[in-house]
């Protein structure tokens, strides 16, 4: 799989957006961005995943780059419960048993 | 949505004893199942990947008659520890993913916290 680059941690006012980056330059063709996020304590949470068009769904937008380079998470009105650990990862998508490979992440906080 | 489900949530052992951690998915069928751990402040470790009626994959580093893994049916796999010792203490997570339509995402049970006395 692709190695995804993210900042270690990063803070977002409560009710603002937060815009996670993540870099994936060796991505290939068939691999998709798939976004989970942890809250402390608790197993990994599946937020969104994108191949190359953007994706919305209720919890979160992704934002692909054109050349499938780089992309952002958007988060559109943070609250407290947004606090965790974001991972962006790639894979190739529909691929039966390839597990999910966590890197460490970006660490969210969320401040009132 | 999909709902996995692990069991215990955590546990408390004493060294040389083994523990059965569950994982269940409950509203989907799974053929395939993987097993995390994850050390304190760090990221999750893929440690297997468990097949409905097969024998698992392991990890590198990730000894298998250590961790017993058996996967006997399409909404069950078990991590069996055995003779744990206290650097076995850990979060363990396991992970499933959907036969049919989903099969683009993986879903995470709740986490089983060891602790080896």
């Known amino acids: 799989d692709a190695k995804t680059t993210q900042p270690t941690s990063m803070d977002c006012a409560e009710g603002r957006a937060a815009n996670l980056p993540c870099n994936h330059s060796t991505i290939s063709g068939n691999e998709y961005v798939y976004w989970y996020r942890q809250i402390h304590s608790q197993g990994p949470q599946y937020i969104i995943h994108?191949?190359?068009n953007n994706e919305t769904n209720e919890m979160a937008s992704l934002i692909i780059t054109e050349d499938r380079k780089s992309s952002t998470l958007i988060l559109p009105h943070a609250t407290l419960r947004d606090t965790a650990v974001y991972y962006c990862?790639?894979?190739?998508?529909?691929?039966?048993?390839?597990?999910?490979?966590f890197g460490k992440g970006t660490r969210l906080s969320v401040i009132a | 949505g999909a709902v996995v489900s692990q069991h215990p949530s955590w546990v408390i052992c004493k060294s040389g004893t083994s523990v059965k951690i569950e994982c269940r998915s409950l509203?989907?069928?799974?053929?395939?199942m993987f097993w995390y751990r994850q050390f304190p402040k760090q990221s999750l470790m893929l440690m297997a990947t468990s097949n409905e009626g097969s024998k698992a994959t392991y990890e590198q580093g990730v000894e298998k008659d250590k961790f017993l893994i058996n996967h006997a049916s399409l909404t069950l796999s078990t991590l069996t520890v055995t003779s744990a010792h206290p650097e076995d203490s850990s979060f363990y997570i396991c992970s499933a993913r959907p036969r049919g339509p989903l099969t683009d995402t993986q879903y995470f049970g709740p986490g089983t916290r060891l602790t080896v006395l």
């Open positions: 994108g191949l190359k």
């Open positions: 509203d989907f069928q799974a053929t395939t």
């Open positions: 990862i790639v894979r190739v998508g529909r691929s039966g048993n390839t597990p999910l490979v």
